[in-house]
């Protein structure tokens, strides 16, 4: 048996303690797959008498984080800290400068940073691999980056994050509203005690990069996309989508047409005769559209300590075999700055949803709105009253531009018939 | 720029022609992404003058497809020429023998000597890579090779002809019967004209021991796969199966357990909850249950020239960067024998249908039978009698041993009440 790959572990959190469960309990099966065994041999974290359920007195313990990057014996830092910025990234460019290949599942950081430590990594002939960074336990990553390789990507989208579909999904079982849900998931665990970064799509858009990088050949462009989280989105309109056909899903949505690269994260109608219409609970999902193989779909769970620790470790088998090359498919150098694609010149079918007051008037007012703008209504419903005195006006508009519907809601925003924020959804078209 | 990775192509049908308009068309893009151009330099098929709607007088034409294997220029054979042994399997040795990686979509060559060339190219240092060979344009062998290879996989199965699924949900969505829809799908070239390979589950079990190699470490055993076609499905098994909140798809399923290596290719019962009941047209999907990673879905299309172009060129482009091992993700040596895992011994809830004359003693005599073998019934239905007098009654087991319902059916076969073949179908289970 060859050396083994020598791995130091910064980070002993749920998917750090993972990464260590997961070595020792399929030890000889990975040395068997890898062609040699994967050993950690140094970890670091904050608090080194904290019980994590693993032994993790056979390690050198480190107590700065970043001396991990001088670890005599290792040959990968595995980085599991979190935060685009501060140690984690110290620590990657300290690694890379040192010697040693990196792997981390922080979406954060490779958004913001990705690009100078793939530059970094390729100098150095080491490997960057973040195969956890995108929806967790599935292999997304090397999806694009080997298995869809020979293809011109048109598009690249998906459920990018666990939270978000486990509330969607559990209020379109029960009907319930957002807030309920929400609190409950905190209470579960499922959802963070500060929620924004989840719910508001922030998380979704770092994986929405990443992913965008890898099919288009671009730089990384995170500050290019537009953000819509889930927290607006009404038990009322999951049902109006499911009398519809659709289900509502959080989606991020990139594609590289000729206006320049486009990148979305926001709420979609999806419909029943898509495979993401299926998805539900913390699943994640990503469909890759090509050239020549057409819609390839990878689906599978999002996050938790046992898939984070399997994409961790499938990277860290690639490095052992020396099965890797450049980050994102091609040298970072030879990626293309990319273009802001122009919103406004895209089509599609919408969902637009109003809450009015009850009297007369309201409807004729947006319907004129519509009309002024250029926007062509394919139906219209209005609910009966909800108890505060609100109705709901839901419009699904035909294909055409996205700027019109925006002239729309401009003008109608002021209106003293409205009583809240219009919700404009986009339909997830073929 | 370094030097391109040379190809010499055997086999100009729709593959072979696709993968010439492949690297014709996505050429920039492959050189970018793999490092270095592809190009094909020779090509060897049967007619040298058939319009292929492809330009094929650039490349040196061979007559004899073995002579490929000992082009002076090229550095890998591509072969598409299918069949499981003949002028297929020679190139393959002679290629491999020769110095020359080898990427194959032969699914009956791989399953049935897989081992043998695996050893062979492992030996010589050389690729030897079949990602087209299972689910077309899907990456799954690369999903079960490196995505997941730090799982022990549970089980592994799907959707894996294209055929058989484009002829179940059209028989779903119509209600049509299997042999009306087969012709229609002979006349629109979706089903071969001798389509006993595809609807007999042939096609399907050569890709599912291409799987269950890659999933368990073992050494490929086709001929251990219980194989069962969908010629015997009926329109009136696919509506009580929707009314059981069911739809009926042919799996390969595969596991290994305590007692053995399990392979069997059947038409199941797919619960609605389950993202394979959504697997519709000729659609392939895969799912991998590993022991970290949970369950892992990829899909996409199984079959076509593109898709199937997208995993030779895949395969091709990790041959350029020189990403690449032993094809079982261990070495072929390592592989263990398999031992055929006793099927009586499995568990799980199965849906028999009976087609019976409509007279008194009928049910009894079918309960009995169930009864004495100690099959727990969940539900029957009968439904009125068809246009030639028989009857359909349909049961639902509890959990239970395979073996009681064999057992019941063995004595229930000879009987004078019964009209046709029980039909015998295993429910998925979670």
Same mark, same amino acid.
Do not use: C, N
């Given at each position: 048996m060859t050396e083994p790959l020598r791995i130091a572990l910064a980070g002993l959190g749920t998917v750090g303690a993972g990464v260590i469960r997961l070595i020792d309990a399929n030890a000889a099966l990975i040395a068997r797959r890898a062609g040699r065994p994967i050993e950690v041999v140094a970890v670091s974290a904050?608090?080194?008498?904290?019980?994590?359920?693993?032994?993790?007195?056979?390690f050198d313990w480190v107590?700065?984080?970043?001396?991990l990057a001088r670890?005599?014996?290792?040959?990968v830092v595995v980085e599991?800290?979190?935060?685009?910025?501060g140690p984690a990234l110290t620590l990657a460019r300290a690694s890379l400068a040192g010697g040693k290949s990196f792997v981390t599942a922080n979406k954060a950081m490779i958004a913001h940073h990705g690009l100078e430590l793939a530059n970094a990594a390729e100098t150095a002939g080491l490997a960057l691999k973040f195969e &956890?960074? *995108?929806? =967790?336990?599935?292999?997304v990553i090397k999806g694009l980056r080997?298995?869809?390789?020979a293809n011109e990507i048109a598009r690249v989208y998906g459920i990018l994050n666990g939270t978000c579909n486990f509330i969607l999904s559990k209020m379109e079982a029960e009907g319930r509203d957002f807030a309920e849900i929400l609190a409950e998931a905190q209470r579960l665990g499922?959802?963070?005690?500060?929620?924004s970064f989840d719910i508001d799509g922030v998380d979704a858009a770092h994986k929405l990069s990443i992913l965008a990088s890898l099919a288009f050949?671009?730089?990384?462009?995170?500050?290019?996309v537009a953000i819509t989280g889930v927290?607006?989105?009404?038990a009322a309109d999951i049902a109006e989508a499911a009398s519809l056909g659709y289900r509502i899903r959080l989606l991020g949505v990139a594609d590289a047409g000729s206006g320049g690269l486009f990148q979305r994260v926001h709420p979609h109608l999806v419909?029943?005769?898509?495979?993401? &219409?299926? *998805?539900? =609970?913390?699943t994640n999902a990503v469909v890759a559209e090509g050239n020549f193989v057409g819609r390839l779909l990878f689906q599978g769970a999002g996050a938790g300590d046992g898939p984070t620790a399997s994409a961790v470790v499938a990277d860290l088998i690639d490095i052992a075999r020396g099965e890797f090359g450049p980050p994102y498919a091609m040298p970072a150098a030879a990626l293309a700055a990319p273009g802001a694609a122009d919103t406004g010149e895209r089509t599609g079918r919408a969902y637009v949803r109003f809450t009015v007051a009850?009297?007369?008037g309201v409807l004729a007012e947006i319907a004129a709105a519509m009309r002024d703008a250029g926007v062509s209504i394919e139906s219209l419903m209005q609910r009966g009253a909800n108890p505060d005195g609100s109705v709901l006006v839901a419009i699904v508009t035909h294909e055409g531009p996205e700027r019109a519907v925006a002239q729309a809601l401009d003008k109608l925003?002021?209106?003293?018939?409205?009583?809240g924020e219009p919700m404009w959804m986009h339909i997830l078209g073929g």
């Open positions: 904050r608090d080194r008498a904290k019980d994590r359920g693993v032994d993790i007195t056979r107590d700065d984080t970043a001396e670890h005599p014996r290792a040959d599991l800290v979190g935060g685009s910025d &956890a960074a *995108v929806a =967790g336990g599935v292999p080997e298995g869809a390789a499922y959802a963070e005690a500060d929620p050949g671009t730089q990384p462009a995170f500050d290019q927290r607006h989105v009404l419909p029943l005769s898509h495979p993401l &219409a299926h *998805v539900t =609970g913390s009850d009297k007369v925003r002021g209106s003293a018939s409205l009583t």
